[in-house]
């Protein structure tokens, strides 16, 4: 008898599995899936500040962002990384995989030079592209499937020179320095020629060969021109300048804890930050509330790429059900070009028309933050709107 019951508590627990498996399987096929190509720098210092933490930000997004429905049909995010090394070799090798292995109709590559290799092989195959850290060059009306959704260097570098002019009348020269490479050029030419067109003296610029691990060379020679504002990363050789007696202030696109920490708090008193980074008390209780939950899942502050990241995949999910559509990519681009998008940060939209011919780049808030008392600090907020119209006064023809 006992050994009859136990045939059937067997039987009764296959069943069960059995079933169990079906229902899943049933769910599983009524959610379709949309790929995404996500190509980053994977390893070393770039993969350890950008790419790492920009992967888990994309994760954390697509498991917030869960199902989602588009024309009647459930779907959800399949996110197919690739390590493109911040390389042009990088970029056409991840490019090529994710279009031609995976069949992707939607691409994300980061850093410009990846992005711009990568760049033909979309617009050829009719694959959406985000490229962040893009030129200006590298989009408008005949790259229609080429989009820049983080903030932009030539959106937000005109009002901040217009802000610290005002803010801060006693700068009167400035420097700048980045790494030699596509998006330093393109960081260090908008802070430039925003400096010049609301008079301010631009001393020299340097440009550092990437991976260069010695910075007292360029410390030592940026100290000595003495401009009042140094246009560079916090961390690296701003915090030697100021062993070297350096007074002026310092500024840059981005900020984490890290860059304190790493130049010495006392050394990055003063110091300006000017695109959107996800701190300060004015920052939306919605990201806020992601930056608890990044930093509670991976033990890491949420820092500015996973913030672009989580912004990215919300756009373009927004973007399909408001197109009704996941597959017909030249309606979810006329979609993009023309409606706004909820996100963490707010409603956004894109503009660029005026400056590239064609709505391509998401138009983000504006803060301007100074670092005091070991913190972040909103000293001024500017709104989308008027920051783009500062840029085409600035950069338009």
């Known amino acids: 008898m006992k050994r009859w019951l136990s045939v059937v508590a067997i039987v009764i627990l296959c069943l069960a599995l059995v079933i169990g498996a079906a229902c899943k399987g049933e769910k599983e096929e009524g959610v379709k899936e949309v790929k995404i190509g996500i190509a980053l720098p994977l390893g070393g210092i770039l993969g350890a500040t950008v790419g790492v933490p920009g992967k888990q930000g994309f994760e954390l997004a697509a498991e917030k962002i869960g199902e989602f429905t588009v024309a009647g049909k459930s779907y959800h995010w399949n996110l197919i990384f690739e390590d493109n090394q911040g390389t042009s070799a990088g970029g056409v090798a991840s490019a090529t995989k994710f279009i031609h292995e995976y069949g992707v109709k939607f691409m994300h590559q980061y850093g410009s030079d990846a992005g711009m290799a990568a ?11 985000d490229m962040s850290a893009g030129l200006m060059e590298a989009f408008g009306p005949d790259k229609p499937h080429t989009f820049q959704m983080c903030p932009t260097y030539r959106v937000h570098s005109p009002i901040f020179f217009q802000w610290l002019t005002t803010a801060h009348p006693e700068v ?40 260069t691990m010695e910075m007292y060379p360029t410390a030592t020679k940026l100290a000595h ?17 100021r062993e070297m007696d350096y007074e002026g202030r310092g500024a840059f696109i981005m900020w984490m804890t890290a860059s304190g920490e790493q130049a010495g708090w006392n050394k990055v008193q003063g110091y300006l930050v000017y695109q959107p980074n996800p701190y300060g008390e004015e920052l939306p209780q919605a990201a806020k509330d992601f930056a608890a939950e990044y930093e509670q899942r991976y033990h890491a502050e949420l820092t500015q790429g996973p913030y672009y990241a989580v912004t990215i995949l919300y756009v373009l999910t927004d973007a399909l059900k408001k197109a009704g559509t996941v597959d017909d990519v030249d ?12 996100t963490l940060v707010g409603p956004l939209r894109f503009g660029g028309e005026e400056l590239i011919g064609i709505n391509h780049w998401l138009l983000w808030p504006a803060p301007i933050a100074e670092i005091s008392d070991h913190d972040y600090h909103v000293v001024a907020q500017f709104t989308p ?13």
């Open 385 to 397: 709107e008027e920051a783009y119209e500062l840029a085409v006064e600035v950069f338009g023809k």
């Open 225 to 241: 021109m003495n401009a009042d504002l140094t246009v560079m990363m916090p961390g690296g050789c701003f915090g030697s300048m």
């Open 172 to 211: 009167k020269t400035v420097v700048g320095a980045m790494n030699d490479d596509a998006v330093g050029h393109e960081i260090i030419d908008a802070a430039v020629s925003s400096a010049r067109y609301f008079g301010l003296e631009v001393l020299g610029t340097e440009f550092i060969p990437v991976g």
């Open 119 to 129: 760049q033909r092989l979309c617009e050829e195959s009719g694959v959406l592209l």
């Open 331 to 342: 309606k979810i681009i006329q979609v993009l070009e023309t409606e706004s998008f909820d």
